[in-house]
Nanobody, 121 residues
Framework: QLSLAESGGGLVQPGGSLRLSCTISRLGLPYEAIGWFRQAPGKAREPVACIEDSGGITIWKDSDRFAISRNNAKTSVYLQMTTLKPEDTAVYYC????????????????WGQGTQVTVST
């Protein structure tokens, strides 16, 4: 299985920005897409954005504030978040999928440990 590790979370004031990173290890194992999801306390894990191996991008959450990208080596996938709001507070996870992006957490695997994002004054 892939090894995914999220980083870049933290405490940010409303209106601020963060860039989260998902580092992909054990390359050579097949996968088709990397998705970002988030989970707030007491809520289900919800889809944020996804990028396919072909470069195809899907943004499920606030496309005017969130963007997904990756480096050329395909070893990292980034989630750029701007104009953050308190309701964006959650643990953010990245996961892998064997086919195209779909907005269901159950369809992803090899989740990382998550990175906490807290938007507060």
């Amino acid at each position: 299985q892939l090894s995914l590790a999220e980083s870049g979370g933290g405490l940010v004031q409303p209106g601020g920005s963060l860039r989260l990173s998902c580092t992909i290890s054990r390359l050579g194992l097949p996968y088709e897409a990397i998705g970002w999801f988030r989970q707030a306390p007491g809520k289900a894990r919800e889809p944020v954005a996804c990028i396919e191996d072909s470069g195809g991008i899907t943004i499920w959450k606030d496309s005017d504030r969130f963007a997904i990208s990756r480096n050329n080596a395909k070893t990292s996938v980034y989630l750029q978040m701007t104009t953050l709001k308190p309701e964006d507070t959650a643990v953010y996870y990245c996961g892998a999928r064997d086919t195209e992006c779909l907005a269901r957490a159950d369809d992803f695997r090899d989740w990382g440990q998550g990175t906490q994002v807290t938007v507060s004054t």
